[in-house]
């Protein structure tokens, strides 16, 4: 190396994935398990030692999380101060890109906390890989404490695991084995709404009228184990009946929207096994299951759902789940 070569900074690098919940979103909140996978579409972060001055977040794209600039300086504080460590980190420079649509259910937040908190790691370069990992979640943690007040952490699991996971609360998520990948078409709506919001809306109907919540909370972790095993052995009619009627036990929550029902009605007019909305609800995304992958049939009913849906005006993508090889996401939003 020649005498005066400049000295290049040493960058951390992470990745994380955004998700679907196929069945269980929200019932997850209380106890209630959900399947959740993740999707080809991800987050990608760097992170540097600065010079001087306070650590700094920058993003890529226009950011749309549910409380504005403020709170993201402040779940970028709670993330970096969540480890303890044995020597301060200094002040660190984040940046975050990808293709994953902000403010719409399909996991955004937990995916620039987990891929700013493995960028974080890998630029320390303490500890082995599950140290690594233990120390994403509790940064990752911090971070969307900051959003959602008292996370599940169902988002977390999934921005870190590839594949479908069942997840319930306060349990090591574990991998549910699809007995064929599926092809799902997501819509997103033109409505945004607040996970907060939406969490404490559930909160105050379970108040309102416990009896008929803990009825239709235990369908729901009914419906998830019978859709547990739909997906385990290939039933994909029966896997697509039970997220129809997901949304419907959603909607009697008072999570689904006219624009939400229009995606799920348009998606089922147009081949669809089953749809429903997908995420928080209020708005953000609905999801609709096409078929098997590298079945022809599902690949033109997924073509149809995605053409319907644009020509309402909605945008719409394609995404393989539970397949090793379903990296990336297919079509564009």
Same mark, same amino acid.
Request: proline content about 4%; glycine content about 10%; overall charge neutral.
């Given at each position: 190396?020649?005498?005066?070569?400049?000295?290049?900074?040493?960058?951390?690098?992470?990745?994380? !994935?955004?998700?679907?919940?196929?069945?269980?979103?929200?019932?997850?909140?209380?106890?209630?398990?959900?399947?959740?996978?993740?999707?080809?579409?991800?987050?990608?972060?760097?992170?540097?030692?600065?010079?001087?001055?306070?650590?700094?977040?920058?993003?890529?794209?226009?950011?749309?999380?549910?409380?504005?600039?403020?709170?993201?300086?402040?779940?970028?504080?709670?993330?970096?101060?969540?480890?303890?460590?044995?020597?301060?980190?200094?002040?660190?420079?984040?940046?975050?890109?990808?293709?994953?649509?902000?403010?719409?259910?399909?996991?955004? !937040?937990?995916?620039?906390?987990?891929?700013?908190?493995?960028?974080?790691? %890998?630029?320390?370069?303490?500890?082995?890989? %599950?140290?690594?990992?233990?120390?994403?979640?509790?940064?990752? /943690?911090?971070?969307?404490?900051?959003?959602?007040?008292?996370?599940?952490?169902? %988002?977390?699991?999934?921005?870190?695991?590839?594949?479908?996971?069942?997840?319930?609360?306060?349990?090591?998520?574990?991998?549910?084995?699809? #007995?064929?990948? =599926?092809?799902?078409?997501?819509?997103?709506?033109?409505?945004?709404?607040?996970?907060?919001?939406?969490? %404490?809306?559930?909160?105050?109907?379970? !108040? !309102?009228?416990?009896?008929?919540?803990?009825?239709?909370?235990?369908?729901?972790?009914?419906?998830?184990?019978?859709?547990?095993?739909?997906?385990?052995? *290939?039933?994909?009619?029966?896997?697509?009946?039970?997220?129809?009627?997901?949304?419907?036990?959603?909607?009697?929550?008072?999570?689904?929207? /006219?624009?939400?029902?229009?995606?799920?009605?348009?998606?089922?007019?147009?081949?669809?096994?089953?749809?429903?909305?997908?995420?928080?609800?209020?708005?953000?995304?609905?999801? #609709?299951?096409?078929?098997?992958?590298?079945?022809?049939?599902?690949?033109?009913?997924?073509?149809? =759902?995605?053409?319907?849906?644009?020509?309402?005006?909605?945008?719409?993508?394609?995404?393989?789940? *539970?397949?090793?090889?379903?990296?990336?996401?297919?079509?564009?939003?």
């Amino acid at each position: 190396m020649p005498k005066h070569a400049a000295t290049v900074a040493r960058l951390g690098n992470g990745r994380a !994935s955004g998700k679907l919940i196929l069945v269980g979103e929200h019932a997850v909140v209380y106890g209630a398990p959900a399947l959740v996978a993740a999707i080809g579409r991800t987050l990608t972060a760097t992170a540097e030692r600065g010079s001087d001055g306070p650590s700094t977040l920058e993003l890529d794209f226009e950011l749309c999380l549910d409380s504005g600039d403020s709170a993201m300086s402040r779940a970028f504080s709670e993330l970096l101060r969540a480890v303890s460590l044995d020597e301060p980190l200094g002040p660190i420079c984040a940046r975050v890109a990808g293709d994953l649509p902000s403010a719409a259910g399909l996991g955004f !937040s937990a995916a620039a906390a987990v891929a700013v908190a493995r960028a974080l790691e %890998d630029l320390r370069g303490v500890g082995n890989d %599950d140290a690594r990992e233990r120390a994403v979640v509790l940064r990752a /943690m911090a971070w969307e404490r900051v959003f959602h007040g008292n996370p599940s952490g169902v %988002d977390v699991s999934a921005a870190m695991h590839p594949g479908v996971l069942r997840f319930v609360r306060g349990s090591p998520p574990t991998v549910v084995v699809t #007995a064929k990948p =599926i092809l799902v078409c997501v819509g997103i709506s033109r409505q945004r709404s607040s996970t907060m919001t939406m969490v %404490d809306a559930v909160r105050a109907l379970r !108040s !309102s009228n416990p009896t008929r919540f803990d009825d239709e909370l235990a369908a729901i972790a009914a419906l998830v184990e019978t859709a547990e095993r739909a997906l385990r052995s *290939g039933a994909l009619a029966e896997l697509g009946a039970l997220m129809s009627e997901n949304h419907a036990l959603l909607s009697a929550w008072q999570l689904s929207t /006219m624009e939400l029902d229009e995606l799920c009605r348009t998606a089922l007019a147009n081949g669809a096994l089953g749809a429903k909305l997908t995420g928080k609800g209020g708005g953000g995304a609905a999801v #609709a299951l096409a078929g098997a992958v590298l079945d022809r049939e599902a690949e033109t009913v997924a073509c149809q =759902i995605i053409a319907a849906w644009r020509a309402l005006g909605y945008d719409g993508f394609t995404v393989p789940i *539970g397949a090793a090889h379903a990296a990336r996401a297919q079509g564009s939003s």
